[in-house]
């Protein structure tokens, strides 16, 4: 019988709202969205204790990050770690928007 791969791997989850970082098959870390439109809106990045440490949310904002750009939306980053990422990361700057009071009212109401 074969062993789930170790190497973390990151799927969207679109029906939780989250990209969720598996490792081993076990799910490590997710990072929250909402759509708004033509944004995702980022609110919250987890990893969980036992996978601390091995740059899991690096990966895991990383390859969200990307794949909001395939998709051709753009990236609100209200969780902190998502911003704290893209200031060290230029290269999505161009599909950056803002977080403003508007967006976190329309947050407040789509997280109730």
């Known amino acids: 019988m074969s062993q789930p791969s170790t190497t973390p791997t990151v799927q969207r989850a679109d029906a939780k709202h989250r990209y969720e970082i598996l490792v081993g098959g076990e799910r490590a870390g997710l990072t929250a969205y909402r759509d708004r439109g033509e944004q995702r809106v980022f609110y919250h990045t987890e990893v969980d ?61 789509q997280l109730g």
Request: glycine share 4%; charged share 30%.
């Open 49 to 109: 204790d036992a996978f601390a440490g091995q740059g899991l949310a690096s990966q895991l904002v990383q390859e969200a990050l990307t794949d909001v750009r395939e998709s051709g939306k753009r990236i609100v980053p209200v969780c902190p770690y998502v911003a704290k990422f893209l200031k060290r990361h230029e290269e999505f700057a161009d599909i950056t928007d803002p977080v403003t009071p508007d967006v976190l009212r329309w947050l407040d109401t």
